[in-house]
């Protein structure tokens, strides 16, 4: 009987139970965060949509989590709460946090291409030394 992700049922038990997510997760033993800060939904409507479709080319990676964030005021108070993640001028930006800590951020400004950004979020979310497996992909 398998034990792999859709695998529901345990040994000595007959009915079948959905494996939480969760539990998955800790078996990469860390996560980590990539949040995309849009002040403006208009201006900014193919940076989230490439967003959107990076999150869908990396779904497999279960230890990676993405956040969109497009609310003006909850921006502004995330800005004066954590500065180190906003550039100097301007309030959107991609903010990654790596699973040891270290902090990884662009400015939407760039001129990061849509398919440059499920790159630079699998670049910048390992370390070059981890072991690539099907969790670090």
Not at 83 to 105: A, N, T
């Amino acid at each position: 009987m398998g034990r792999g992700l859709y695998s529901g049922v345990k040994g000595g038990e007959n009915t079948w139970r959905p494996v939480n997510l969760d539990e998955k997760v800790k078996e990469a033993g860390y996560n980590t965060r990539v949040v995309g800060f849009f002040y403006d939904e208009d201006e900014y409507a193919s940076e989230i949509k490439s967003f959107k479709l990076a999150g869908v080319h990396l779904a497999a990676r279960m230890n990676l989590r993405l956040a969109i964030m497009t609310n003006k005021n909850e921006i502004k108070k995330m800005k004066k709460k954590n500065p180190s993640w906003f550039f100097d001028v301007g309030y959107s930006c991609l903010v990654l946090i790596r699973y040891d800590g270290k902090m990884e951020k662009t400015d939407l400004t760039s001129a990061m291409k849509p398919i440059e950004m499920p790159l630079w979020m699998s670049l910048k979310s390992t370390k070059t030394v981890d072991l690539l497996n099907g969790g670090a992909y």
